[in-house]
């Protein structure tokens, strides 16, 4: 992995910027080559797209490059977690845009961002929160393409196309395609090799086992059961899942809320699991997490899946998982992690 850093001469945030990516690779396979490049005129500028000092090349790409933003030698200033602005990126928001290339243009993936909830993972619940929540757009235009995204399954029901997301995005510099594939890079949305969006997590583009009804809006289809049950969250209003128990095949509807979820039957849990091995979520994980009637027959589908390492949960504390993992991904980028019930769309 190649790293450029342009800078006016004794730009005094470089020295800030190089800390955070000593912290953001600590630990992790990656051994980036980081060369510096002194800017001092507006044409070396515009040449090598630096847009402030100092600007980050992560193998020739501004990752946080951001739309109208022209060529300058002024101070850059970058959007905290806090909600402030700061003299470079935060170490979340460099191990994101790490994560999103390699060497070879592969994704880096660590273990938890790769191995959902592995037999060697003692609570799968928590690695699919954790895998989940490492998996995250790496930049303000892809934050917004992927909202853009979510909202259309939300309001339409179904996948937007990329020249629907174009149109919407026309005044962007990056082409929709390419921040498309950094987004199914990450394991953010699912895209199959003709580029086209056949997922966007929690949303499914093609016909799963669980159907959710939005209130107000349409019927969708969700990944997985986890997945259904954190759309309420996110999108703040009531929904009714519709699936059937795996094993017996006998129906299962429940109703969620932001904050309350119900089920018939009454003693309905979800298995949480996953396949051991290496790929995005929608792979490995998530035909593992399924609604089922009661315990007996969750236990009795898990008896028969012993390569499928899980747990079964209550239906309360799936649903709680569900919003955690899905509740702010409409929430503007500065407030995320707040982990609160998002507002309607």
């Not at 342009?6 to 992790?28: F, K, S, Y």
């Not at 030698?73 to 700061?86: I, N, V």
């Not at 028969?304 to 569900?322: M, R, T, Y």
Request: with cysteine.
């Amino acid at each position: 992995m190649k790293l450029d850093i342009l800078q006016v001469p004794d730009c005094p945030n470089v020295a800030v910027l190089e800390q955070r990516l000593h912290e953001a690779t600590a630990g992790r396979p990656i051994t980036p080559e980081i060369t510096h490049h002194i800017i001092d005129d507006p044409e070396q500028a515009a040449s090598t797209g630096m847009t402030g000092s100092p600007t980050l090349l992560i193998d020739g790409r501004d990752p946080f490059a951001t739309p109208g933003n022209a060529p300058s030698l002024s101070c850059r200033l970058y959007p905290q977690e806090d909600g402030t602005l700061g003299g470079a990126p935060s170490v979340t928001a460099l191990r994101t845009a790490l994560r999103s290339t390699s060497a070879d243009g592969e994704q880096l993936r660590s273990d938890a961002e790769t191995r959902c909830c592995t037999p060697s993972t003692a609570d799968p619940a928590a690695a699919l929160s954790t895998w989940r929540a490492a998996a995250q757009p790496a930049d303000p235009t892809e934050t917004a393409v992927h909202q853009a995204i979510l909202r259309f399954f939300a309001t339409s029901g179904c996948a937007p196309t990329a020249a629907q997301l174009a149109e919407t995005f026309s005044g962007h510099a990056v082409p929709i395609e390419q921040i498309l594939q950094h987004l199914h890079d990450a394991d953010v949305i699912r895209t199959d090799t003709d580029g086209i969006i056949v997922a966007a997590y929690p949303f499914s583009g093609t016909p799963t086992p669980h159907r959710v009804r939005i209130a107000g809006g349409p019927t969708v289809y969700a990944m997985c059961a986890v997945d259904a049950l954190g759309i309420s969250a996110m999108l703040g209003t009531q929904v009714t899942i519709t699936t059937t128990d795996p094993e017996t095949n006998d129906p299962i509807t429940i109703t969620a809320g932001s904050q309350l979820v119900t089920a018939q039957p009454a003693t309905t849990v979800v298995f949480v699991g996953a396949q051991a091995g290496l790929g995005p979520s929608a792979e490995t994980c998530c035909s593992h997490l399924n609604f089922f009637t009661e315990r007996r027959t969750a236990q009795k589908w898990a008896d028969g899946h012993s390569g499928i390492n899980g747990d079964i949960v209550e239906l309360p504390d799936a649903h709680h998982l569900g919003s955690v993992i899905f509740g702010d991904l409409l929430e503007p980028r500065a407030v995320r992690g707040c982990r609160t019930p998002a507002t309607p769309i």
